[in-house]
């Protein structure tokens, strides 16, 4: 008669055959807290610190092969520990390429003014977009520097280079951290959410009335100066508040209207806003602010100029949806106050490496505002949906496209198609 | 004699589930410095300290955010449970995290328990993640909705 302990005992046992139940017996040693006595006593014990030693060989070169993996992926796994070096500069890259084809191409206005709606090109167009460069280096555990420089063509057909951001960053608390330079204004999400590199956003570009200084926009995107921000103790509130103060506009046709270098007035705007991320939604945010300015426009009077904003967001890893509201009141000296809404909400489904998604966007920009019927040519009412999908071909590259339909009173309505590559490396 | 192997297979590995739902082997252990102020979170304190939305503990120390090897389990784990993402979507979410100025680098990834554990046990601040079974007094294992690892309930469990 066979011994019962046979199968773990006899080396001749067919080898194949052996192995799951030599595994299984390991994994029952390995999980158990202790593995002398959870054992059969007639276990081979020579045998199995053999086997534990071949299995946790194979464990070592497995963990060698994922090292390597990972390191084929571009990502630093770290060998062994060390602190953190300082400065530690890290760059990365985001640009587009888009073809644009729009229905009002080579139309005029009623004045004779070629059509240009803010952030477009030329219709039946291939173009380059922004190719941004963006650098960030901690210089201390509390300090860091970030830089984002684009090159970018004109309508002109132009290269030209703008340093778009541009701050050293303070973080000494949870509660308290402060900018200091150019950034992106905290007014509303989608402002400080995105920023120049197209690949982060789905659509191919953003709400018109949000688009740069340069290209049309209505909203002081950019800011120079101050920027102070943390949290506020709120519980499952998580509250968190932005406090800015930087130089204002200039409304001039003849320069650029973020005033990097010189405030031509002694007026400084102030930017307060809001925030909360609560616990009982999560993936959601939601926001309220307020903008004030005194403005010098050229060839007008000094202007008041407050903005009011509010938003709300859900965002998660498959659903976006965001809506923004914003009041721009202007009130001239001498005249009466002019007040020009707008807003947008967008909601986008993930499926897969596709993202459809819809966007409305709504502007109103006072016609007896003067600074938009003689400085910025926007007065008026601008409206249209825009539809497109987003498909993510690589973990880092997307193609979009996107049907845009055009309200702008005192021009016509029109159709626009662009076809976008973004990507970052 | 294929018919004992079935049997002694099956009670073997009937014995091995056995004991695998009673420890804390299946289990993915959130470590930290044995010095730090942390012992208890939520799960909404742990994704909002991994995904970098809270930057410093109640003693002042900023977190050092730690990840784990691509393609690793615990790192299949943390993702699902903790980020709530997936692959592409956490590299895109730290991308923009380092756009916006939230964070200043990605989660730094650790090549092994070993690494992990002995990067958070000196590094003060560092928080990451292993196989509970990995785990050893050089670290302490936070407590995670008021349960440790192995106990019942514990909520993020190795898949």
Known sequence: MKKRSAPFASKKFPRTASLPLLLTALATSAAAAEPATALPANVDREFLEKLVSRVNQSESELKDLKAQMAMKNGETASAMPAAPQFPNLQFHGFADISYHWSSREGINNASGVPYNPPGTHSGNSFYTGEFDLFLQSQLAEDLSVLNETVIASSTENEWGLDVERLMLSWTPSEYFNVDFGRFHTAMGYYNTAYHHGTWFQNAVGRPNFLEYEDAGGLLPVHSVGLSIHGAIPSGGLNAAYFFEVANGRNYNTMSGQVQNVADNNSGKAINVQLIAKPDWLTSSQFGVGAYHDFLSPEGLANTDEWIFSAHGIYHTALWEFMAEGFLIRHRMSGDRAHYTPLAYAQIARKFGKFTPYARFTYANASANDLIYTTILNQAGVHYGPSLGIRYDFSTYAALKLQYDYAHDSGFHNGSEVTVQAAFTF | ?159
């Open chain 2, 1 to 159: 004699m294929i018919k004992k192997l079935f049997i002694i297979t099956l009670a073997g590995g009937l014995n091995f589930f056995s004991a695998h739902a009673q420890d804390k082997t299946g289990d993915l252990a959130i470590i930290v410095g044995k010095n730090c102020s942390l012992n208890n979170v939520t799960s909404e304190e742990l994704a909002k300290i991994f995904r970098a939305e809270k930057s410093k503990g109640s003693d002042g120390v900023r977190f050092i955010l730690t990840t784990r090897e691509t393609g690793s389990m615990e790192r299949g784990t943390a993702l699902a449970q903790i980020y709530k993402m997936e692959e592409g979507e956490y590299s895109k979410y730290f991308l923009q995290a380092t756009f916006t100025g939230l964070v200043q680098s990605a989660p730094r990834a650790m090549n092994g328990s070993g690494t992990a554990k002995q990067f958070v046990a000196v590094t003060p601040g560092a928080i990451g993640y292993l196989r509970a079974s990995d785990a050893d007094d050089s670290v302490k294992v936070l407590k995670v909705d008021g349960k440790t690892p192995g106990e019942a309930g514990y909520g993020l469990k190795l898949k």
